[in-house]
């Protein structure tokens, strides 16, 4: 699978869009995008995958290039609550999942 | 209705113990997992399994060992703990896509 490379930590004001960038140069036609986040003491917890086309849902957009080398997850107003590490992953979509391989993540600190 | 859940949420035990993790889902999910998540905070799969199909991370020593008793249950026995193995444990499942994972077990050797 693709690797990613994301920043190591990044801070956000309160109400404002948190936008976290992920590069994924490597990345083969058929793997998509996940973004997962783990807040503190808990379990990851899935927030958005895609493909090719820009993907929202209630939680956030998925932002990727055209080219498909990087991608960005957007938070629209940022929470205290949406501190947590986030982990963007590339991967084959299969029955396993042994390929959900999760880096360091970007550490996101939503500030008052 | 918790989706994946795991027992005991803390576990304390001194080395060369045996203890095992429980896990259950309730999403109806084909595939359940295990992952460790060391002080580092990297998380690596340790086990996926599916249909009585177990597939194991190489770097997983063979004193862990998973024990499906049905498609819901996936538990993790440990054997001989030793103090390398203090990490938070988390249960994980699965239908193809999306993974959900359970609170984890914090497990510390002493």
């Known amino acids: 699978d693709a690797k990613t490379t994301q920043p190591t930590s990044m801070d956000c004001a309160e109400g404002r869009a948190a936008n976290l960038p992920c590069n994924h140069s490597t990345i083969s036609g058929n793997e998509y995008v996940y973004w997962y986040r783990q807040i503190h003491s808990q379990g990851p917890q899935y927030i958005i995958h895609g493909l090719k086309n820009n993907e929202t849902n209630e939680m956030a957009s998925l932002i990727i290039t055209e080219d498909r080398k990087s991608s960005t997850l957007i938070l629209p107003h940022a929470t205290l609550r949406d501190t947590a590490v986030y982990y963007c992953i590339v991967r084959v979509r299969d029955n396993y999942g042994q390929n959900f391989v999760f880096g360091p993540g970007t550490r996101l600190s939503v500030l008052p | 209705d918790t989706a994946v859940s795991q027992t005991p949420k803390y576990l304390v035990t001194q080395m060369g113990n045996d203890k095992s993790i429980k896990c259950e889902q309730n999403l109806g999910h084909d595939t359940m997992y295990w992952y460790k998540q060391d002080s580092k905070k990297f998380l690596k799969i340790m086990f996926s399994?599916?249909?009585?199909?177990?597939?194991i991370n190489e770097t997983v020593p063979n004193r862990f060992s998973p024990k499906s008793p049905d498609k819901a249950h996936l538990n993790l026995h440990i054997n001989s703990l030793e103090l390398g193995d203090s990490a938070v444990y988390f249960c994980a499942s699965s239908q193809g896509n999306d993974l959900h994972f359970g609170n984890g077990t914090r497990l510390t050797v002493t």
């Open positions: 399994y599916n249909n009585k199909e177990l597939i």
